[in-house]
């Protein structure tokens, strides 16, 4: 087990899985999981936290490979040493998701049988799916009960799943920016980016990124940040090329730098994943029944500027739980960071999360 | 002149311009402007009303060409007898923009110097351009002040701006769903749109028009009209070609509809034409002086639902006219249809418009 903490480099793990039963029905293996962890396990295995990531996001949730890495990971601010997720009191897990391309098996992956990347071929996976290959990472480190498991936007939605389809595995679900089945307009931005990617791997997949840049950022935020500030460039031709404006610059650049380190095709398995996701599904299309399956304390998080994960999904989670007399906390942070400010906003989250995580069995 | 109204066919006409002055200084020409008229001009020449169309219309506001077509033009509950473009009252007119593709001079029109369409030759225009090219159609139709100019969205620019630059030619302005300058927000949207024609112009026209029509509806609209429904698909097969939700279904249609009718370079100019209207620029970047520069009265129209055109964009305008002691009148209109609701709520839009083209001079 590899020692890691705030201060401490951390080392991408692997673990091997001779493979699973997808949900539909198909038998898809051997398979690869990228994890990191974090902290230790303690000798009664009861202080795990597993933290789910987001849609472009990957195992690396904190700390650095090597003292010269320029950034940490991706929610660093939360955990750490002293930290609301405090790496000397849990042991966190965070592992790349099925179907990812930052280690784990995904369509970027060799086919065993072809021996060239899976591509198009790489089976349809569902949310559940990516739930159940980190169930068996769990006994694979031998974790009969999670303490938490916790996510933002796609990542709350593998912990939402993970409480209904195995109740004893998880004592707190802490669920941020996210929706039991995400709304209309959500499959529609989603869909947009797909054809973009299927008509052009490479332009698509720039594209796709820029449209989720937008439906990340508030309304008011991208009005403070840019504006109708112009970008270097003042000059009359038509030029289509060259950005005009600073919010296309950063775009531009957002989505270029997307094309670096994603894989186009995990980008169409993962958006379709999402979509697919719906919670009640698992109560026969009723939510309120689906939630009844789990024994966890939930804490649900939203962020007031966030229009990609509207207050009313939140709060259908938080009614379906109450309606069941479980027990659940709700807090709607003021935040004009839309969408991102489940990366953005530690302070107040971390204060959340800890009071949350304090009142714990 | 062609004798139209409601149940009068109608007839696309040409008009003829040397050339005109660019706002970026270049000599162009020649141009045909395409255009359609309704109604009656009075003996005094005083009952005209000019009607700009939006990003993707055209000069075919109202009527049929032909007694078999399917549809009228794009406003017919407005424009007609008895409306609130009453035709017996007043005279109508209504042409395609510069830049256009529906009869208009624009990128796939053939330039002369080459016997080939401009393509990405054509030059840079501006929402003034547009406007001037439409002011030499008044004198040419021997029309010196207009009783109203009128128009929704991009539509709405062209008639704020025509206030601007032409203050003795317009006696009532009427904006509806529109902007002194569209948002960061506007910019970054027509700019995927653009990046991704200009990867592909048939695909990235149909995704740029996918993306359009997101942002045309609103979130509540899209939850009641489409939700979660699927579409007649139901396979668990990775299928990234066919749609799997309605919503899918109505965008893919939607996006190939358009690449049958639109010019994908039309759109490119066009949606850069929008990004750089600013009527602020008019008064050395503040909106009041611009303003102030405007001789009539103004109907401004925001709908409660249009996140493309949020209401603090039609209240600037508001306010900076009222600053002017300028005449203004304010409607917001309850409508679910987000900034589709201009062409749809025509019951309310047409009572406001008639009390407020009854209260004219």
């Not at 089976?123 to 996510?151: C, F, S, W, Y």
């Not at 996210?178 to 997949?205: C, K, M, W, Y």
Request: glycine share 8%.
């Amino acid at each position: 087990m590899v020692i890691s903490g705030a201060n401490d480099l951390v080392v991408k793990q692997e673990f091997q899985l001779a493979g699973i039963k997808l949900s539909s029905g198909q038998d898809f293996g051997p398979l690869v999981v990228a994890y990191e962890t974090y902290g230790q396990l303690a000798p009664a295995r009861d202080n795990a936290i597993l933290i789910f990531h987001a849609l472009s996001g990957d195992a690396h949730v904190a700390g650095r490979y090597a003292p010269t890495d320029k950034k940490p990971g991706w929610w660093d601010s939360l955990v750490g040493r002293g930290k609301a997720f405090d790496t000397d009191k849990y042991f966190i897990i965070c592992a790349n998701v099925l179907g990812g391309c930052q280690g784990s098996t995904g369509p970027s992956s060799i086919n065993p049988q072809t021996q060239r990347p899976y591509g198009l071929d790489f089976p349809l996976i569902t949310i559940k799916d990516m739930v159940n290959v980190q169930v068996a990472l769990l006994d694979q480190l031998g974790i009969e009960r999670l303490q938490a498991a916790v996510g933002g936007s796609m990542g709350g939605m593998l912990a939402l799943q993970l409480a209904v389809d195995w109740p004893e595995r998880v004592a707190n679900i802490i669920a941020v920016a996210t929706a039991a089945r995400v709304s209309a307009q959500n499959i529609a931005f989603n869909e947009v980016g797909r054809r973009a990617i299927l008509s052009n791997p490479h332009d698509g997949l720039a594209i796709a990124r820029m449209i989720g840049h937008i439906t990340y950022l508030s309304d008011d935020l991208m009005r403070e940040k840019f504006g109708r500030k112009t970008a270097d460039r003042q000059s009359f031709a038509a030029n289509f090329n060259d950005p005009q404006f600073a919010v296309e610059s950063y775009l531009q650049y957002k989505g270029a730098a997307f094309t670096e380190r994603f894989d186009a095709n995990s980008y169409l398995y993962i958006t379709k994943a999402i979509d697919l996701f719906n919670l009640a599904d698992d109560g026969g299309g009723n939510l309120e029944q689906a939630l009844a399956k789990s024994r966890s304390r939930f804490l649900v998080v939203h962020f007031s500027s966030d229009w990609l994960f509207p207050e009313y999904q939140a709060l259908e989670i938080v009614k379906a739980i109450m309606n069941n007399n479980g027990h659940v906390s709700y807090r709607a942070i003021d935040s004009s960071y839309g969408h991102d400010a489940f990366l953005l906003e530690s302070d107040q989250l971390g204060t959340i999360i800890t009071s949350f995580l304090a009142g714990a069995k």
